[in-house]
């Protein structure tokens, strides 16, 4: 089994709310993260897959197919956007960090075809970053 | 869903590493430059990695605020702009960057309840890191 990892970096804006709770919680909870305006981050994403080295090839897996369904899944949805009101798992999630390994997870897993996913890691800052290995 | 997440942070220390149950030339074959009884210093890198199921209704794992401020009172504080020898825990541990791996983990691991506690990592240079995930037990 041979793992590789292929980085990606784009730049987005959030803001964290829940409906269910109230103002006062909100912002006891999320802190300045709850302003409504919201802020931006510049992301790095790293999309790591397993597999075996195929003889013909020697690759895991096409890079440039990896690229490109990298970019059509994650960026040209996320890149430049505001993530609460552009992306539709956020529609009713919260941006968090977590959910949007969770979310790059569960846009990228069934479009891989030679390699399988093996960790979605997103850093939301060079200090904070989130590892999602799927569903245990 | 559960998620790791990891954290870093900086601090700076001074320390320098003699054993005293080695000779004068073993620790100096050992230890090489390390071994200036006057010591010398570091900025250190700390990555946290925690883990547990995302909250629905947050969408963390735990919150920062947490974590932050746990890293911030039971370790920063106590190691930053300090010299690691003078400190209780390296009286009888050579203070390099294992045996630091090993205390602060020991300090996340019994002080902070907020998401379980996966992993401690420390760059002492650009060049030299270390981890350390803990044991089944706690260390004598």
Known sequence: MVYLTRKAEFSASHYYHNPAFTPEENRRIFGKCNNPNGHGHNYTLEVTVKGEVDPQSGFVVDLKQLKEIMHREVLDAMDHRFLNKEVPEFFTQIPTTENLAIAIWQRLESKLQQARLHRVRVYETPDLFVDFFGEE | ?140
């Open chain 2, 1 to 140: 869903m559960k998620a790791h997440l990891t954290r870093r942070y900086r601090f700076s220390s001074s320390h320098r590493l003699h054993s005293a149950d080695l000779s004068p030339e073993e620790n100096l074959a050992t230890y090489g430059k390390c071994n200036n009884p006057h010591g010398h210093g570091h900025n250190y890198t700390l990555e946290v990695t925690v883990s547990g199921p995302v909250d629905p209704a947050t969408g963390m794992v735990c919150n920062l605020v947490d974590l932050d401020g746990f890293v911030d009172r039971e370790v920063l504080s106590r190691y930053h702009l300090e010299n690691l020898n003078t400190l209780q825990e390296f009286t009888h541990h050579v203070p390099t960057t294992e045996n630091l791996s090993v205390e602060i983990f020991e300090i996340l691991q019994r002080g902070f309840q907020k998401a379980h506690l996966e992993r401690v990592g420390i760059e002492e240079t650009m060049m030299n890191s270390f981890e350390y995930a803990g044991t089944a037990e706690p260390r004598k």
